[in-house]
């Protein structure tokens, strides 16, 4: 079971980390303390390992900024549900190994709380069944290697 942190359309990148602390932060626990702070308050201190993020239309909208997509892979997400996806921000989350999903549904029927569970590659919530549209077999490489600098340092024997 995978409980969820709903939200709406729209949400930037400078509500899902904020840009002023782009370059003063620098460690996983001091980027994952910020993640959402003017959003939800209450986020940071209560997100667990497992989580999944649900969202509307937009996730990601603003700047191109990783830390975005890393404060909340930091903060315990695995995996981001959303109506539409800012094209960067969607980039992001494969380059950091965060499975992103297109569902317009699930923002709809879901409220922060609600567990999902995923069995043969569909979300079940709700008493509904949702099909997770499969990654190309390269993307859903660079997922399961955890990211693409991860998957690359394993090809090309931990190259730094």
């Known amino acids: 079971m995978m409980r969820c942190w709903v939200y709406g359309d729209d949400v930037n990148t400078d509500v899902i980390f904020p840009g002023k602390y782009t370059y003063t932060l620098k460690t996983p626990e001091e ?38 997509v890393t404060a ?21 989350c494969i380059n950091q190994g965060i499975r992103p999903v297109v569902n317009d549904k699930l923002y709809q029927i879901l409220k922060t709380g609600d567990v999902i569970e995923i069995i043969d590659g569909a979300i079940h919530a709700k008493g509904q069944i949702f ?30």
């Open 131 to 160: 099909p997770i549209p499969p990654l190309s077999p390269s993307v859903q490489a660079i997922i399961d290697a955890g990211g693409l600098v991860p998957m690359l340092r394993q090809r090309f024997g931990g190259v730094r």
């Open 72 to 92: 909340l892979k930091y903060a315990g997400i695995q995996l981001i549900i959303a109506a539409s996806f800012n094209g960067l921000y969607f980039r992001n």
């Open 31 to 68: 980027i994952a303390a910020k993640a959402l702070e003017d959003l939800d308050p209450n986020f940071a201190r209560h997100v667990r390992p497992g989580d999944v993020m649900v969202a509307g239309r937009n996730w990601g909208c603003g700047s191109s900024r990783e830390q975005a």
